[in-house]
């Protein structure tokens, strides 16, 4: 199976890179090919809604980390989606390649799976909500079946995470596919 992990987060050693690391490492451990796109590192315009991608036969008006990025998108079994939440819902940079996916819109529906991994220091899921909510509809839209989430908790930084289960769980996820 072809996966796509997509990160949003600008720290390399952060909490996100961590759960995408140990994602990653039981995904292959099961065989499967892993793609990764970190946002934070890419070159993305975000989208401006100027309908060039539909409305030409040239792709999007944008020539930028994206045309990377669409070859793998399109061929992925699943996606998998990693954020960070600083104020209630995904990252920007994870938001602006979301909202890109407008120019392949037609071609991701069906025949997808998707899963969401989260970190945060807030200590409820309420500020989780909003990112929970967004990637639910956007599953449901695209009509992918969502495979699991790892939603972690009270992780402001590596050391609090490492005192979790959600590392393992990230690992576990990514076996189990």
């Not at 990377?68 to 061929?75: A, C, E, G, I, R």
């Not at 992925?76 to 600083?86: K, N, T």
């Not at 991701?108 to 998707?114: D, E, M, Q, R, V």
């Amino acid at each position: 199976m072809k996966i796509l992990v997509i990160t949003g987060s600008a720290h390399k050693k952060g909490t996100t890179a961590m759960l995408t690391e140990k994602f990653i490492l039981g995904a292959k451990e099961a065989g499967h090919e892993v793609c990764r796109f970190d946002a934070a590192f890419k070159n993305v315009h975000p989208c401006i809604a100027c309908e060039k991608c539909h409305n030409t036969d040239t792709g999007c008006a944008f020539k930028d980390d994206m045309e990377k990025l669409n070859p793998d998108l399109l061929t992925a079994d699943v996606i998998v989606f990693v954020s960070p939440i600083y104020y209630y819902g995904m990252n920007a940079q994870i938001r602006t390649v979301i909202d890109r996916f407008y120019a392949n819109d037609s071609s991701l529906h069906g025949n997808k799976k998707a899963v969401l991994m989260l970190t945060m220091a807030d200590n409820t899921m309420e500020s989780a909500e909003g990112a929970i909510a967004s990637f639910k509809g956007m599953a449901k839209y695209l009509d992918w079946d969502i495979l699991g989430m790892v939603i972690g908790v009270d992780c402001g930084d590596i050391s609090a995470l490492e005192k979790t289960c959600y590392p393992e769980q990230a690992y576990e996820l990514g076996k189990n596919i």
